[in-house]
C-alpha cells in the first residue's frame, strides 16, 4: 500500500485505477482526476518527504 501524493488515500499499487513516472519513481493514484492534478504539476506533489500534507487537500 503506498499514498496517492495529491489527496493523501492509501492506495493499493495492484488495483491503483492510475498511476504516473517521475524521475524515475512510480507514484499511484485512487482516481484518474489524482493523476491529472499531478500530472499537471508533479514538483508541487513531490517533495523530500516532510511527513505531512498541505492542509486543504482531499479526494475527487
Known amino acids: 500500500m ?5 489527496c ?4 493499493d ?3 491503483a485505477p492510475a498511476k ?3 524521475n524515475g ?4 493514484f485512487c482516481s484518474n482526476h ?4 499531478f500530472d499537471g504539476d508533479p ?6 518527504d ?4 498541505s492542509h486543504g487537500s482531499h479526494c475527487c
Open 2 to 6: 503506498v499514498k496517492d501524493p495529491v
Open 8 to 11: 493523501g488515500m492509501t492506495v
Open 13 to 15: 499499487e495492484a488495483k
Open 20 to 22: 504516473s513516472e517521475y
Open 25 to 28: 519513481k512510480t507514484y499511484y
Open 34 to 37: 489524482c493523476k491529472v492534478e
Open 43 to 48: 514538483a508541487k506533489y513531490v517533495k523530500e
Open 50 to 53: 516532510t511527513g505531512h500534507m
